[in-house]
């Protein structure tokens, strides 16, 4: 079944859902690098940061702790928040998907998901459909997915993690006919959607690498900048499973897409960081001044 950290990170709309997205995306971006623990403190200042208030901040964090995607925890008598295991793991297979930007080819072939699911189970059948629709499947027929053969790998581990795989019958292979593939995909796909999403992206962004190679950006601004962009941007690879170019509309704007979001990351992604590491030590050496320790010192 799918987690409730993969639901987390998935496309979810309305506030709530965006102000856990870039809650994921700071844990993501810095309590991997510091032991996969932050503290409330760090994390409420970051957050300010993009913009965001304490109070929807301590909120969304305690919705995320019930749901599973963090777990409490004290660490040198401060309040924080680690990720769970289950999130640990789906933020590493974002990597991939995110930063690596794999692009298939025709001669990768293509992976056809067959499964049938008693009506008994039907939150079962929900599942897989919302599985393979995250790992970007088309629907080539009702109960038949289709993906480029570049997914098989990811595909079997996330079945297999879900507890999904009894249901599923994979294929892998070539299209033999009948008809034209690239008029076949704009069936299985929703790429008028996904034009649209990178077009956006596009026109939110280009501005924003305009002013950061103009110069005179701070560290501060440039987080205020990185985490909504990258928090946006992480859901367009799970909507674009990385086709070939050749079955793609000619000048496919997901390329220009990937480019900026490569040319952003190089630019404000270390500035980013190194303010985040600002926040979360600064905050750490308050609490050691704080400390009775210190104070009988």
Same mark, same amino acid.
């Given at each position: 079944?799918?987690?409730?950290?993969?639901?987390?990170?998935?496309?979810?709309?309305?506030?709530?859902?965006?102000?856990?997205?870039?809650?994921?995306? #700071?844990?993501?971006?810095?309590?991997?690098?510091?032991?996969?623990?932050?503290?409330?403190?760090?994390?409420?200042?970051? +957050?300010?940061?993009?913009?965001?208030?304490?109070?929807?901040?301590?909120?969304? #964090?305690?919705?995320?702790?019930?749901?599973?995607?963090?777990?409490?925890?004290?660490?040198?008598?401060?309040?924080?928040?680690?990720?769970?295991?289950?999130?640990?793991? %789906?933020?590493?297979?974002?990597? %991939?998907?995110?930063?690596?930007?794999?692009?298939?080819?025709?001669?990768?072939?293509? #992976?056809?998901?067959?499964?049938?699911?008693?009506?008994? /189970?039907? /939150?079962?059948?929900?599942?897989?459909?919302?599985?393979?629709?995250?790992?970007?499947?088309?629907?080539?027929?009702?109960?038949?997915?289709?993906?480029?053969?570049?997914?098989?790998?990811?595909?079997?581990?996330?079945?297999?993690?879900?507890?999904?795989?009894?249901?599923?019958?994979?294929?892998?292979?070539?299209?033999?006919?009948?008809?034209?593939?690239?008029?076949?995909?704009?069936?299985?796909?929703?790429?008028?959607?996904?034009?649209?999403?990178?077009?956006?992206?596009?026109?939110?962004?280009?501005?924003?690498?305009?002013?950061?190679?103009?110069?005179?950006?701070?560290?501060?601004?440039?987080?205020?900048?990185?985490?909504? +962009?990258?928090?946006?941007?992480?859901?367009?690879?799970?909507?674009?499973?990385?086709?070939?170019?050749?079955?793609?509309?000619?000048?496919?704007?997901?390329?220009?897409?990937?480019?900026?979001?490569?040319?952003?990351?190089?630019?404000?992604?270390?500035?980013?960081?190194?303010?985040?590491?600002?926040? #979360?030590?600064?905050?750490?050496?308050?609490?050691?001044?704080?400390?009775?320790?210190?104070?009988?010192?």
């Amino acid at each position: 079944m799918t987690t409730e950290s993969e639901a987390a990170l998935g496309n979810g709309r309305g506030r709530d859902a965006r102000l856990a997205q870039v809650i994921i995306t #700071i844990f993501g971006l810095c309590a991997r690098a510091e032991g996969n623990w932050l503290s409330t403190a760090s994390v409420i200042e970051l +957050m300010g940061d993009v913009g965001l208030d304490a109070q929807a901040v301590r909120s969304s #964090i305690s919705r995320l702790k019930r749901r599973g995607v963090l777990v409490s925890e004290r660490n040198a008598g401060a309040a924080g928040y680690s990720l769970s295991e289950s999130t640990l793991e %789906v933020l590493a297979e974002g990597d %991939v998907r995110i930063f690596q930007r794999a692009r298939a080819s025709e001669e990768d072939g293509w #992976i056809l998901v067959v499964f049938s699911v008693p009506e008994s /189970e039907r /939150e079962q059948r929900h599942a897989l459909r919302s599985s393979l629709t995250r790992l970007g499947f088309g629907t080539a027929a009702p109960g038949v997915w289709i993906g480029p053969g570049t997914l098989a790998r990811e595909t079997r581990q996330t079945l297999e993690r879900r507890g999904l795989s009894g249901y599923v019958d994979m294929f892998a292979g070539t299209h033999l006919g009948f008809g034209d593939m690239r008029s076949k995909v704009r069936e299985w796909w929703d790429l008028a959607e996904l034009t649209q999403l990178y077009a956006d992206f596009l026109q939110r962004y280009r501005p924003v690498l305009y002013q950061v190679t103009s110069g005179g950006m701070t560290t501060q601004e440039a987080f205020a900048l990185y985490v909504p +962009m990258l928090t946006e941007w992480r859901r367009l690879p799970y909507r674009d499973p990385g086709l070939p170019l050749s079955v793609l509309p000619p000048a496919w704007n997901g390329e220009a897409a990937g480019t900026l979001f490569g040319e952003l990351d190089d630019a404000l992604g270390p500035l980013a960081r190194k303010h985040a590491l600002s926040v #979360i030590h600064g905050q750490r050496v308050k609490r050691e001044k704080a400390s009775p320790a210190s104070q009988r010192a």
